[in-house]
């Protein structure tokens, strides 16, 4: 893993958003942001 993403998965982190690391051919790292928002459901 470079420098570069690991400063990407800490910068998506301080933000309270999660990271998901997927594993690549030939030993590349994907990082994969999760976002969680409400969802609207029906009508109050």
Do not use: D, F, H, N
């Not at 910068?11 to 999660?18: D, K, Q, T, V």
């Not at 990271?19 to 690549?24: F, P, S």
């Amino acid at each position: 893993m470079t420098e570069q993403t690991i400063r990407a998965i800490e910068a998506i982190l301080s933000r309270g958003e999660r990271v998901e690391l997927l594993a690549g051919p030939g030993g590349e790292v994907k990082v994969l942001r999760i976002r969680r928002e409400r969802v609207p459901v029906g009508e109050k």
